[in-house]
């Protein structure tokens, strides 16, 4: 009996090593892969307001000729980039702000919803100077976006093609 019962703490102690040993390895792989993601790419605010200002050029050149399809998928990556925004640069204090243009960005997706020109031309004025509300509630006020006059790439037509 006597045999067994040491037997029996033997094992128990063997066990807790082997446990203990594991979880080390758990932990140590744990932090190898925090390390990683630290390391990892993430792209910057000014990455994500760069890419925005392209497509909000694009959709102004898209609701423009009336290609509603087109308009859609620039307002859908805008609003993509503003979930970029919120996911990985939450830590900025401007990315708090960057609710302010939700109101704007849906009156314009209502726009091209409705497919309706004027429409889409006052509510993308309304978003251009929402832009420029935050861009000086920010301190940022030297980033002013307007209606651009001539489009951002030459190797793209606007107009509908059917």
Not at 14 to 37: A, G, P, V
Not at 61 to 68: L, R
Not at 106 to 116: G, L, P, Y
Request: aromatic share 10%.
């Amino acid at each position: 009996m006597r045999i067994y019962s040491v037997l029996l703490i033997a094992l128990f102690f063997l066990s807790c090593t082997k446990q203990t040993q594991k979880n080390e390895e758990l932990q140590k792989r744990i932090d190898s892969l925090e390390i990683q993601i630290k390391q990892s790419y993430r792209p910057g605010f000014g990455e994500f307001m760069g890419s925005i200002q392209i497509h909000h050029a694009k959709l102004w050149f898209a609701g423009k000729n009336q290609n509603w399809k087109l308009a859609d998928f620039e307002i859908n990556e805008i609003k993509e980039n503003l979930e970029g925004i919120k996911n990985y640069c939450s830590d900025r204090p401007e990315s708090k702000l960057i609710g302010m243009i939700d109101k704007a960005m849906d009156s314009v997706s209502v726009a091209i919803q409705q497919k309706n020109p004027n429409s889409f031309r006052e509510n993308y004025m309304n978003l251009t100077i929402t832009c420029n509300k935050c861009h000086q509630e920010t301190q940022h006020e030297f980033n002013v976006i307007k209606v651009p006059e001539i489009p951002p790439f030459s190797n793209q037509d606007f107009k509908v093609n059917e």
